[in-house]
């Protein structure tokens, strides 16, 4: 079976690679954990917020890949605790977001079991460029 594209017009060239990103988004949709808020906090500002009970500064690593920010946690092992009962999720994870072109990531928080990653969206510039024909 074929899959139809919104990028198969004439006039849509060289969006091969948004497609892919698209097709990776849609992947990774479906994963709920760990829970996240994503906020405006200024006209180019952003907010991602994740909840991260009883992870440490030192069981999370963000990195910026080409123009996605991935966010990858790992508890450290227990340490012999035996539990009566474990509610609170221990699972490793790995969460992605696509960045848009120039989006900066100016600061990373942790407080509270939330860690907070700020972004900026610098304003673009409209760029008009006349083509001399030869």
Known sequence: MTRMSVFNSPFLLGFDQLEDVLDSVAKNAGEGYPPYNIEHTGDESIRITLALAGFTREDVAISLEANQLIIRGKQQDAGGKEFL????????????????????????????????????????????KTIPIR
């Not at 009962?85 to 992605?96: D, L, M, N, S, T």
């Not at 900066?104 to 304003?123: C, Y």
């Open 85 to 128: 009962h474990r509610g609170i999720a221990a699972r490793q994870f790995v969460r992605k977001f696509v960045l848009a072109d120039g989006m900066e990531v100016t600061d990373a928080l942790m407080e509270n079991g939330l860690l907070h990653i700020d972004l900026h969206r610098p304003p673009l510039e409209q760029a008009i």
